[in-house]
């Protein structure tokens, strides 16, 4: 009988403090996904532990050094890449039983208008596109962007700028009726500052 009760009384011990029986050793993943990281730089700490550094493009993570049950963790950025700004979301609390993947770090680069000049071009049919963007440009115009605007209100931002340090490539995607259109300086890598030497001379 007596045996019966040490027996138990070393279970409820064991129930009661994980760590004096084994149960509270470090064997529990900290990590969670990443959005739109597209720059080198990023590094995040665990409670200001030792740094993580996420390459570009990683689209998860994880810590590491594993962490217990029952253990705050304190997901931070402690460098962010350069025009970047990245965010942690679920990044505080507290483990239960099982690893923690709901931890989230969206980032947002910086991004910049694309466009040029337009000469030669007196008919309708020009279409110029980068990757999947495309632009009509009307005739008599004599400058472009691929920056497109909200119900053309020339303020509220959709779609078309190039994030800093991504590639570009302005092509044709159709020409002019009875005219030929060329492109000079549509191939590069986008800077801090917007790009508007790109050339489009039709004859």
Do not use: W
């Not at 470090?26 to 080198?40: A, C, E």
């Not at 990023?42 to 590491?64: H, K, R």
């Not at 800093?164 to 159709?174: E, R, S």
């Amino acid at each position: 009988m007596k045996s019966l009760y040490l027996r138990s009384s070393v279970a409820l011990a064991c129930a009661l403090g994980l760590a004096a029986c084994g149960g509270g050793d470090d064997n529990l993943l900290l990590g969670g996904n990443v959005f739109g990281l597209l720059k080198n730089g990023l590094v995040i700490q665990n409670n200001g532990g030792p740094d993580l550094a996420i390459p570009a493009g990683s689209t998860g993570f994880s810590f590491p050094q594993l962490i217990s049950s029952d253990s705050d963790f304190n997901v931070t950025v402690k460098a962010q890449p350069s025009s970047t700004v990245c965010t942690v979301v679920n990044g505080k609390g507290k483990s239960g039983a099982y690893s923690v993947y709901s931890v989230e770090i969206h980032c947002i680069t910086s991004s910049y208008d694309l466009g040029g000049t337009v000469s030669g071009l007196d008919v309708p049919g020009l279409v110029l596109i980068n990757g999947s963007q495309r632009v009509t440009i009307l005739p008599g115009a004599t400058s472009f962007t691929m920056t497109k605007f909200k119900n053309d209100d020339g303020k509220t931002y959709e779609s078309g700028r190039v994030p800093d340090g991504q590639p570009y490539g302005i092509t044709i995607l159709q020409q002019p009726t009875g005219r030929t259109c060329r492109v000079a300086n549509g191939v590069g890598t986008m800077g801090n500052t917007a790009v508007k030497n790109v050339a489009v001379t039709c004859s």
